[in-house]
T-cell receptor, first 115, second 109 residues
Framework: GAVVSQHPSWVICKSGTSVKIECRSL??????MFWYRQFPKQSLMLMAT?????????EQGVEKDKFLINHASLTLSTLTVTSAHPEDSSFYIC???????????FGPGTRLTVL | EDQVTQSPEALRLQEGESSSLNCSYT??????LFWYRQDPGKGPEFLFT???AGEEKEKERLKATLTKKESFLHITAPKPEDSATYLC??????????FGKGITLSVRP
């Protein structure tokens, strides 16, 4: 149980384009989903928290107009990187949790490369 | 501000050589301490949740313990497939996870 998927697993795009990443909880209802960013050999940095049907809460320093988050249902959240630039290249990981448990369950991650 | 410090940064063991990974933490209102395993290019895989000092949990060759200031992940007779980065995280009053930098474990056959 507690399986989270992400799509795509990797994406390469040109500078200035937008990229959408999907995060799905496959076998439980995710009342809260989280988006993280991870640079090589560093730990996970929380970007934003989203609750189903509500606007996402962004961490300090994260541009909400650049990283659009939608949590439209209890099983799906999307992260759209708008007007991507090379400095946005990173490993993006989502996680999901339910009201029943404290744990967050993570997706496999999406490797974004912006040329 | 919640803080998590993991040590050592890297650990190299011979297969069968038991050891412990340390996680020191400060948190306002501990809701849980979590251990995850992360393989290269993958998302973290959940291992354990500990809620209060004195609690212990086991899974195969891994055992996690918790005190008021730190947690240990004990690895008994490790195998090469245990090689990974082990992440410790705490959830405090704001329900957000604060991660340590991780410990990269290499187990040689």
């Amino acid at each position: 149980g507690a399986v989270v998927s992400q799509h795509p697993s990797w994406v390469i795009c040109k500078s200035g384009t937008s990229v959408k990443i999907e995060c799905r909880s496959l076998d439980f209802q995710a009342t809260t989903m989280f988006w993280y960013r991870q640079f090589p050999k560093q730990s996970l940095m929380l970007m934003a928290t989203s609750n189903e049907g509500s606007k996402a809460t962004y961490e300090q320093g994260v541009e909400k107009d650049k990283f659009l988050i939608n949590h439209a249902s209890l099983t799906l959240s999307t992260l759209t990187v708008t007007s991507a630039h090379p400095e946005d290249s990173s490993f993006y990981i989502c996680s999901a949790s339910s009201t029943r448990r404290e744990e967050q369950f993570f997706g496999p991650g999406t490797r974004l490369t912006v040329l | 501000e919640d803080q998590v410090t993991q040590s050592p940064e890297a650990l190299r063991l011979q297969e069968g050589e038991s050891s412990s990974l340390n996680c020191s933490y400060t948190v306002s209102g501990l809701r849980g301490l979590f251990w995850y395993r992360q393989d290269p290019g993958k998302g973290p895989e959940f291992l354990f949740t500990l809620y209060s000092a004195g609690e212990e949990k086991e899974k195969e060759r891994l055992k996690a313990t918790l005190t008021k200031k730190e947690s240990f992940l004990h690895i008994t007779a490790p195998k090469p497939e245990d090689s990974a980065t082990y992440l410790c995280a705490v959830s405090g009053a704001n329900s957000k996870l604060t991660f340590g930098k991780g410990i990269t474990l290499s187990v040689r056959p």
